[in-house]
């Protein structure tokens, strides 16, 4: 992935920073960051074990507690679905600043041939639809075993909230390129927060499974009294 970049980069500015190659390079950058934040956690998972993402406020001591095969489906559905939509929202991103005003330029810079509008309007639909399912995975998460997955989803309707904001007001405000830059940084906070809460959701998922995919054992007491 660094050397992905790399090349991209160099791609970029050879082609005089096509609106098209720099769409490329945020969206290969966007991978390298996938890549540090799966290595990350799979790191730290293999070395905690599961205390960060099964124990934690809200959470019973003790093994985790199997949860009903349709909850554990819901769930899973949800964090997937929010992971596409979320990258779906990011590529269409893209296009919108390719297409718009390019910002602090005042020169003739050739953009993409996309309406600036309609692209805009698409995108605010798409976090609008982030925002929801991430709303919904975090009701549907239960309180007990996924204090750490609670948390991090939280955090993750907070920077939502906070990069709506800002990219509201960059949109009428002329695109500022410290506001462009501000969500930017933003993209990236909220691909991140989405990939934390999607890995320990599944981390978590999977501790909760228990056997017969989710379907706890019956009461064995007094099974092996005769033999």
Known sequence: MVVLNAVVGGVTVWMR????????????????LTAAVYTWHATYAGGGGDQSGVSGEGDRPGAPVPLAVGSLARIRSL??????????????????TGSGPHAGDSSDVARMHFDWTAVTVV????????????????????????GAARRKAVALLAVLLGQGLVGLVQSVTALPSLLVMLHLLGSALVWTGVLQVHLTVKRTCSSHSGPLGGAPLPDARGAATYV
């Open 79 to 96: 964090s997937a679905a929010l992971v596409a939509v979320t990258a779906l929202l990011v590529v269409v991103g893209t296009l919108a």
């Open 17 to 32: 920073l096509s609106p098209y190659i720099v769409a490329a390079h945020f969206l290969a950058a966007t991978l390298l």
């Open 123 to 146: 995108h605010g639909v798409l976090a609008g639809a982030v925002l929801v399912l991430a709303g919904s995975l975090l009701s549907a998460l239960p309180r007990d075993g996924f």
